[in-house]
């Protein structure tokens, strides 16, 4: 059972996506796990055959419990037997004896019994072939049942609907997916932790974006939308690159020290009509194109308000964005979510008096702030890293 952040301690194993014997390769996914976030999809990293499940169906373990057995390509390869030194011909089947027929006596004739008048009702019942296998594997008595199929004959969704209607309401089973309740424990609990333990800084600056509007409006223009970027995705890929020249602010702060990340991995947090959030990764987001990564971002919100994340995604996350212009709010400071130490914040772009070789125009601004780990980093750094996120964006060309 993965650890699927911090403040997760056990997990639910509600589903199988594979079978013992199946052969998986790293990504795979191969089961999923609901916790307090969601459904999780779990990946596998280790390249093999599936042995053995190890826990049963929608039974809760804790994190590190093993799930399955994994038989490697060098195991697989110790395990085989040994070939055969010289394989025996197969012995030859005794001969068959032919055995002199016995004499069939046909049965004594017997008057016909009949019916009740029920049972006459459904022997006389026309149905399709598929009508009458499903009334046998549902144990369903087709007399019961009105077919409305030429005349009068029962079809299989004849007998679907009469299914339907005798299915008590589900009233007690609740979805796979997203129990907000629980998601909003969790976020209470990693919140708590983070403000508790972590010492947080936090510093603004105001970034004129206006030369990023115009080049997204000539870049949009001949797309459809589905083609188009937003300004969202600018934003992170300029903190993805920005924090690839400042690593300070890219990694993990456990066991009283910080433990940088060679990968550039930004979770994006987004937020779940009903009051969730959740902040998967996009992975490696510093070397992703704008196109790629604005369908990484579109794949993320899809998946994430479905309730279907993966474990990759949640367990690695270097950094965190996160973005309220959108509910109108001009400037947002946030909690880091630990391991992590850093979490950026954009806010609404709004229109400002701005100077621009000593003359004022109307600009378009955009405010982002730095919530930093006092443990790792200080003011200085994360001023320079904000002034790096605000010069990358002043050439949009370029990211």
């Not at 093993?66 to 030194?85: C, F, Q, V």
């Not at 010289?86 to 069939?104: C, H, K, L, R, S």
């Not at 947080?200 to 409006?217: G, K, R, S």
């Not at 001009?330 to 621009?356: H, N």
Request: charged share 20%.
């Amino acid at each position: 059972m993965p650890s699927l952040g911090a403040d997760m301690e056990a997990g639910t194993l509600v589903e199988w996506l594979v079978k013992p014997g199946d052969f998986v390769k790293r990504g795979d996914i191969v089961a999923v796990v609901e916790t307090q976030k969601g459904a999780i999809e779990i990946e596998v990293y280790q390249p093999g055959q599936i042995v053995q499940f190890l826990v049963d169906l929608h039974s809760k373990v804790p994190v590190g419990t093993p799930l399955a057995l994994i038989r490697t390509d060098g195991e697989a390869k110790a395990a085989a037997p040994p070939p055969l030194a010289a394989a025996a011909a197969p012995m030859p089947a005794p001969p068959v004896i032919p055995q002199p027929a016995a004499a069939v006596m046909p049965p004594p004739a017997r008057p016909p019994v009949p019916l009740p008048a029920a049972a006459g009702v459904a022997a006389r019942k026309a149905a399709s072939p598929a009508a009458r296998r499903l009334a046998e594997e549902r144990g369903i008595d087709l007399s019961a049942i009105a077919g409305s199929g030429p005349g009068g004959a029962i079809t299989s969704t004849d007998v679907e609907r009469h299914l339907a209607a005798a299915a008590p309401p589900a009233e007690a089973k609740r979805p796979l997916g997203l129990d907000l309740a629980a998601m909003r424990v969790a976020i209470a609990a990693a919140m708590a932790r983070s403000k508790r333990d972590i010492p947080h800084y936090y510093l603004q600056h105001q970034i004129d974006v206006t030369p990023c509007e115009h080049w997204l409006a000539a870049r949009n223009a001949t797309l459809p939308p589905d083609g188009r970027l937003l300004i969202g995705a600018l934003a992170l890929k300029a903190v993805a690159v920005a924090i690839a020249r400042f690593p300070a602010f890219n990694g993990f702060y456990r066991d009283n020290k910080f433990e940088p990340s060679a990968a550039v991995h930004v979770g994006v947090a987004i937020a779940i009509r009903g009051g969730g959030l959740a902040a998967p990764a996009l992975h490696d987001a510093d070397k992703l194109s704008l196109d790629d990564l604005m369908s990484g971002m579109r794949d993320l919100v899809q998946r994430t308000r479905a309730g279907r994340m993966r474990s990759s995604e949640m367990t690695d996350p270097t950094i965190t964005v996160s973005s309220l212009g959108e509910r109108g709010v001009e400037a947002l400071y946030g909690i880091i979510y630990p391991p992590q130490v850093a979490i950026v914040g954009f806010g609404k772009v709004v229109t400002r008096p701005w100077v621009v070789d000593g003359a004022i125009e109307p600009r378009s601004v955009v405010t982002i702030t730095l919530a930093g780990d006092h443990r790792v980093t200080d003011g200085h750094a994360g001023a320079l890293f904000l002034a790096e996120i605000g010069k990358l964006l002043q050439e949009p060309e370029k990211l």
